[in-house]
């Protein structure tokens, strides 16, 4: 059984049954070493909570995740202010390689994970900073972005920069030694042992597939290289390991394991796994061959030689924004070639069993309905339909309550219903951080951010229970994850918020409210309220 720890939330009981998961393949060979921590998910979050580890003196720290190899995978994202201040209190020179490499993302015109066009000498407009323009279904702007770091820069304090998720994390991953970093290690269990003081985590690992030789970086496969590769792996061919440690950093995203295992068992059970945000993106990342007059339409209604788009319905009714609103994503990926992503409200069950031309027929009747202009419906109705592809948005709420406003995150009502309230981020030893702990839709471009964040206020606390030599003090890690816990949740519950519910036409008082409380913060402030 886990140990318990007191709570930021008065109802929460955090002992919980480890899950007995595959419990007949678990290892039961003593570790060779006790890691000061484990943290499970190589993702950016996760190498980056290595990296502030390791700059704070604490060597002895192992990242592991379940994948097979790392090879290049997911779309590109943006760094805010927030999440690049998060990372320069990290590691300095991890700033400055992934800002290094965002900048020239940038530069070479990549947006949402595509490369985008470059405009004729007789299209050029006049130089200015690129924009990503929010506009209304008559082509007029609503909201424009700039997308220079310098204007964000400026406006903020820090800048901001487009990267691809493989890119950030191959960039991160050079920065830990080698050794530090396991691939193809799938957590299956977890078990406090408090007469060692310490957590076990058991793992398998297929050792009888080949790694992805094109993997950017792979684990060293043992023990098969006179196996036949065979994808038909038998029981025995999974190998296990048990891996023990004084502190566990779960970081291993929105469908996270360790949250899984954590709370199955225990009255939280409806919070081991993220429930459906209400929103999902049917998208098609390549359209060619566009006709010249479509094309043409297009640009002149649309684009205006923005590389990228929002085309947003959710136009303001009285006091109320649209309910079912819908947001579609236009990016340039060549002269002939577009790519488009569609954000809509839409029952889970309607997405189930829909591919290729049923999710072309779903997205135009949504836009159909919602009024969307023909030559949008139209490059939806050319899309190949072996490039379409559908995703649902997922949630861990910070905060589950309806009736709960948040205009401001130091006005969070945590004296709410206690079963409105999801339950602790911590339990004894093992702390969970970003997507794990609060995954959301990517509306707001918070994800990654949020989750840097998580990394230095859980990396600065940790160094101090070092410092302090508190590895053997329960009430000492209790402490420290409680503080992190009321630091980060009420501005968590403010970020959902917005992701959820702020739209391109609300107020610019509005949007200023939230720039200055995500974007403006002084995170020397806040590390020395930590310490």
Same mark, same amino acid.
């Given at each position: 059984m886990l140990e318990t720890k007191s709570s930021p939330h008065p109802h929460t009981n955090t002992s919980t049954n480890a899950d007995t998961l595959a419990a007949s393949v678990i290892s039961s060979s003593a570790p060779q070493e006790i890691y000061d921590v484990v943290v499970v998910g190589a993702g950016p979050i996760g190498l980056a909570t290595a990296i502030g580890l390791r700059k704070r003196g604490i060597e002895n720290v192992l990242v592991v995740d379940q994948t097979r190899a790392f090879r290049e995978i997911g779309q590109g994202l943006d760094l805010l202010p927030n999440g690049l201040q998060a990372l320069k209190h990290l590691d300095p020179n991890a700033y400055e390689e992934v800002k290094k490499i965002g900048l020239g993302f940038l530069n070479s015109n990549q947006f949402n994970g595509q490369k985008t066009i470059e405009p004729t000498q007789e299209q050029q407009p006049p130089k200015t900073s690129p924009q990503w323009a929010y506009k209304n279904l008559q082509g007029q702007i609503i909201r424009s972005i700039s997308l220079s770091f310098d204007d964000w820069f400026k406006d903020y304090g820090e800048g901001r920069v487009s990267i691809s998720w493989c890119n950030l994390q191959t960039t991160l991953r050079q920065l830990l030694p080698q050794d530090r970093v396991k691939a193809n290690h799938r957590c299956i269990n977890v078990v406090n042992e408090p007469e060692n003081g310490c957590v076990r985590i058991d793992c398998v690992a297929n050792i009888g597939i080949e790694a992805n030789p094109y993997a950017y970086w792979t684990e060293a496969q043992k023990h098969n290289d006179t196996q036949p590769q065979n994808s038909d792996v038998a029981p025995q061919e999974l190998a296990t390991k048990s891996?023990?440690?004084?502190?566990?950093?779960?970081?291993? *995203?929105?469908?996270?394991?360790?949250?899984?295992?954590?709370? %199955?068992?225990?009255?939280?059970?409806?919070?081991?796994?993220?429930?459906?945000?209400?929103?999902?993106?049917?998208?098609?990342?390549?359209?060619? +061959?566009?006709?010249?007059?479509?094309? %043409?339409?297009? +640009?002149?209604?649309?684009?205006?030689?923005?590389?990228?788009?929002?085309?947003?319905?959710?136009?303001?009714?009285?006091?109320?924004?649209?309910?079912?609103?819908?947001?579609?994503?236009?990016?340039? @990926?060549?002269? %002939?070639?577009? *790519?488009?992503?569609?954000?809509?409200?839409?029952?889970?069950?309607?997405?189930?069993?829909?591919?290729?031309?049923?999710?072309?027929?779903?997205?135009?009747?949504?836009?159909?309905?919602?009024?969307?202009?023909?030559?949008?419906?139209?490059?939806?109705?050319?899309?190949?339909?072996?490039?379409?592809?559908? @995703?649902?948005?997922?949630?861990?709420?910070? %905060?589950?309550?309806?009736?709960?406003?948040?205009?401001?995150?130091?006005?969070?009502?945590?004296?709410?219903?206690?079963?409105?309230?999801?339950?602790?981020?911590?339990?004894?030893?093992?702390?969970?951080?970003?997507?794990?702990?609060?995954?959301?839709?990517?509306?707001?471009?918070?994800?990654?951010?949020? *989750?840097?964040?998580?990394?230095?206020?859980?990396?600065?606390?940790?160094?101090?229970?070092?410092?302090?030599?508190?590895?053997?003090?329960?009430?000492?890690?209790?402490?420290?994850?409680?503080?992190? +816990?009321?630091?980060?949740?009420?501005?968590?519950?403010?970020?959902?918020?917005?992701?959820?519910?702020?739209?391109?036409?609300?107020?610019?008082?509005?949007?200023?409210?939230?720039?200055?409380?995500?974007?403006?913060?002084?995170?020397?402030?806040?590390?020395? *309220?930590?310490?």
């Open positions: 891996i023990t440690a004084k502190l566990i950093v779960a970081a291993d *995203g929105i469908n996270s394991t360790v949250r899984r295992l954590l709370y %199955t068992d225990s009255q939280y059970h409806n919070f081991a796994r993220p429930e459906y945000s209400g929103f999902a993106a049917i998208f098609c990342r390549e359209v060619a +061959e566009i006709a010249k007059e479509l094309r %043409t339409k297009l +640009e002149e209604y649309f684009f205006q030689h923005s590389p990228i788009v929002t085309i947003a319905n959710d136009e303001i009714s009285g006091n109320s924004v649209c309910i079912n609103n819908i947001r579609m994503i236009l990016f340039n @990926r060549s002269t %002939t070639q577009l *790519g488009y992503t569609i954000h809509l409200a839409l029952p889970l069950d309607s997405l189930q069993g829909k591919s290729e031309s049923s999710l072309i027929d779903l997205a135009l009747q949504e836009l159909e309905k919602a009024g969307f202009p023909d030559a949008l419906k139209q490059l939806v109705r050319i899309s190949p339909p072996a490039k379409m592809q559908q @995703r649902p948005y997922y949630i861990h709420h910070a %905060t589950i309550s309806d009736s709960l406003q948040v205009s401001n995150p130091t006005d969070l009502n945590t004296e709410a219903d206690p079963a409105k309230i999801p339950p602790a981020w911590s339990i004894g030893r093992i702390v969970l951080v970003g997507d794990a702990a609060h995954g959301m839709p990517p509306f707001m471009a918070q994800g990654a951010n949020q *989750g840097f964040e998580d990394a230095l206020v859980v990396t600065t606390l940790i160094a101090k229970i070092a410092e302090e030599n508190n590895w053997d003090d329960p009430q000492a890690i209790a402490k420290a994850f409680d503080k992190y +816990e009321c630091l980060r949740h009420p501005l968590m519950a403010y970020v959902q918020q917005a992701t959820l519910k702020l739209s391109p036409y609300s107020s610019d008082k509005v949007w200023q409210e939230y720039a200055q409380q995500v974007y403006r913060r002084n995170f020397d402030q806040l590390i020395e *309220g930590l310490l």
